[in-house]
């Protein structure tokens, strides 16, 4: 063979391989974008609430008596997965908190108390009777509740405030002590949000109860 | 002899052959599917105890699962339960503070 055949071969050969290679990576590209097509979508999950916990609470004064069912935070959630086209559905899941039996705090001991529950699983403060009127012996009571607790039949009106459903709670609608939520899983009773007390504008109870911990169901379809 | 004559052709054209399919290669390379060019993810979260769990019954031919997290929907991961409870009653004493007369 001839100098300039033999570089004609060896050139040819190395373009050959390199031609190759190129053509078992774009199958490689191929099998994995196939494999994740299989797996792997744009998806939309929608969360549920549907169940909610509610805090029952005097903390006023003046035999202000309890309030009751305000809401304060989501107990369960139901969680829809799907693909964003189409909507085939991926995933549903259910979120619970790690108990669902009343939490009562007693503020005579300190103490809460519940079927199943434990102190490890939650965050919790609570702060009450700083007026003295103490109905239920100033019990807080924490329920767990269908999202139905938010019948829209209360309405509390004061000035420019108006809300309706549970999420706030007062003796009446022009009273100073009214129960309501503070961020996420908290509560305070307000004193005097209408009246020019000496006390005008105090918390004179407060809570927070929110789990630190959930235990998550889900199906695969 | 036929053979001969062939596999003379042949090396005499092995360069062609090689550009022939190296172009081929190289088209077939670029005209497929990239991976950084999927818009579209796995089911995929940031939940580490979820991808845990569904990989964990997918291996077992389940379509069940259940995991516990600390991740509270619509705040976070709380880290440190003690120093959120202390900044959220830090919280309630100012405002207290302000509204009081």
């Known amino acids: 063979m001839a100098v300039t055949q033999r570089i004609r071969v060896v050139v040819g050969a190395a373009l050959a391989v390199a031609g190759f290679l190129f053509l078992f990576f774009s199958t490689r590209n191929t099998a994995q974008l196939t494999a994740q097509a299989q797996t792997g979508q744009n998806y939309t999950s929608t969360w549920e609430a549907t169940k909610l916990i509610t805090v029952d609470s005097a903390g006023g004064w003046r035999n202000v008596g309890i309030l009751r069912n305000v809401p304060i935070g989501v107990a369960e959630w139901q969680v829809d997965t799907r693909t964003a086209v189409g909507g085939a559905q991926l995933l549903t899941e259910t979120w619970r908190t790690p108990t669902s039996s009343e939490i009562v705090y007693n503020p005579a001991d300190q103490t809460l108390t519940g079927s199943g529950f434990n102190s490890a699983d939650w965050i919790f403060a609570n702060h009450v009777g700083i007026f003295g009127d103490t109905p239920d012996g100033g019990r807080v009571r924490y329920k767990f509740q269908s999202t139905s607790v938010l019948n829209p039949s209360y309405k509390y009106t004061h000035g420019d405030a108006k809300v309706g459903g549970n999420a706030i709670q007062c003796r009446s609608n022009s009273d100073s002590n009214c129960l309501m939520p503070r961020g996420s899983y908290g509560w305070e009773v307000y004193h005097a949000l209408g009246n020019l007390g000496s006390d005008r504008g105090r918390i004179s109870a407060s809570g927070l109860m929110m789990p630190a911990r959930w235990i998550v169901t889900g199906t695969i379809y | ?101």
């Open chain 2, 1 to 101: 002899m036929k053979m001969r004559k062939i596999i003379s052709i042949i090396v005499d054209n092995l360069l062609a052959i090689g550009l022939f399919i190296f172009a081929v290669g190289i088209l077939s390379y670029y005209n497929s599917p990239r991976q950084n060019a999927v818009s579209s993810l796995p089911i995929k979260t940031s939940l580490t105890e979820r991808d845990i769990a569904i990989a964990e019954a997918v291996k077992n031919g389940k379509k069940e699962y259940t995991f516990t997290t600390r991740f509270i929907p619509g705040v976070g991961v709380i880290t440190d339960p003690e120093t959120y409870k202390k900044e959220w009653e830090q919280q309630l004493q100012e405002d207290n503070n302000k509204k009081a007369p």
